[in-house]
Each structure stands twice: as C-alpha cells, then as structure tokens.
C-alpha cells in the first residue's frame, strides 16, 4: 500500500482512504501531504468541500485505497465555495507523526490524538514540545479549559487528528477563554 500511496503523492491526487474495518462505507477524503515507512498525513476535505484539518494514520490500518475522478470532480466544485488554507508540511517525511506534532505546535493548532489504536480521542490540546520520542501536550477539554499536561510516547500514537472542525471549535473556545482571563 505504501507504493500506491507515494505514487497518489508524486501525482498530487485526491485520494478516498478507507480504514474503519467495522463500517467499510466510511471513509477519509483528500489529499496526502507525505508517507514514511509506517504512516501518511493527509489533507482532509469534507463532503461539504471544507477543509477539515490533518490526519495522520498508520498505513497498516488501510482497509483500501479509492481514486474517483467523478467524485473528485464534485468535491473540487464544492471546495470552490470554500477558502482551503494551505499547509506545509515536507513530502519527505522522516517521521510523519513528529513532523505533523511540529506543525502543530509552530502553527498553534489543536490536536486530538490516539494511542494504541484505542478508536478514541486520547488526547486532545495543544502541543507544546516534541523531544525524542516524547510529545508534551497541554490538554484542552471539549470545553476549551485547560485539563492539564500529558505526555505522549510518539511510538505509541496511532492516529493524530489536526485542525480538523471539531479542533478549530475546541481551539476557537479555548481562545475566548484566554481572552477572558486577560
């Protein structure tokens, strides 16, 4: 699967990646921002043609790989209605976990994180340092209140969501929080 993966990257296609073993019909859209021996990062657009923040997975978790240019052609027209924010993060990735956990952190973004495959949000705030093999996380609730700090071993991460809407609503909340205790 890596191959398929590097040759959508090379040719800059939008990809349907299908990774849920209990319901085959879901899926994540969009297009890959970079692979390494283990994972790939995707830029993720929604049925509506938003942006929907970064994904990271594990590319053993690929149930399958779907390439549709009609679906393709009715998503790029609703993305036309859409301002798609560009991010930048290196194809060549050496690691793709540390280099979206950097992005994050540079480009002060929430995250949401899962750990050992776990199907749940383990994890979710801001990242506040990336050293070795440990992730240091400020943790924001649903709410956007601070719920502490956790530390995450980078090797155990399975998936990482970032930016996506349910983040910016987090991040959103957790901005007007710190307005308020200005």
């Known amino acids: 699967m890596k191959d398929v993966l590097t040759k959508a990257l090379q040719k800059d296609l939008n990809v349907a990646v299908y990774a849920n ?11 890959l921002l970079c692979t390494d021996n283990e994972n790939f990062a995707m830029y993720l657009i929604s049925p509506d043609g938003e942006y929907d ?6 590319i053993a978790a690929i149930q399958y790989l779907e390439i549709s240019e009609r679906y393709d052609r009715k998503i790029n027209t609703l993305c036309a209605r859409h301002s798609m924010p560009e991010v930048r993060i290196p194809a060549a990735a050496e690691d793709v976990k540390t280099d979206v956990l ?6 002060g973004k929430i995250v949401a994180i899962e750990v050992n495959s776990s199907g749940l949000d383990d994890l979710t705030g801001c990242v506040e340092k990336v050293e070795g ?3 240091k996380i ?3 609730d649903p709410f956007g209140n601070e719920d502490g700090i956790a530390f995450a071993d980078i090797n155990r991460i399975t998936q990482i969501s970032c930016d996506s809407l349910n983040e910016q609503r987090i991040l959103y909340l957790y ?5 308020q205790a200005e």
Do not use: W
């Open 21 to 31: 073993p209990s319901d085959t019909t879901k899926f994540a859209y969009g297009k």
């Open 175 to 179: 901005a007007q929080k710190q307005k």
């Open 133 to 135: 093999n440990i992730c």
């Open 102 to 107: 950097l992005y994050a952190k540079a480009a």
């Open 53 to 58: 923040g970064i994904l990271v997975q594990e």
């Open 138 to 140: 400020k943790q924001v």
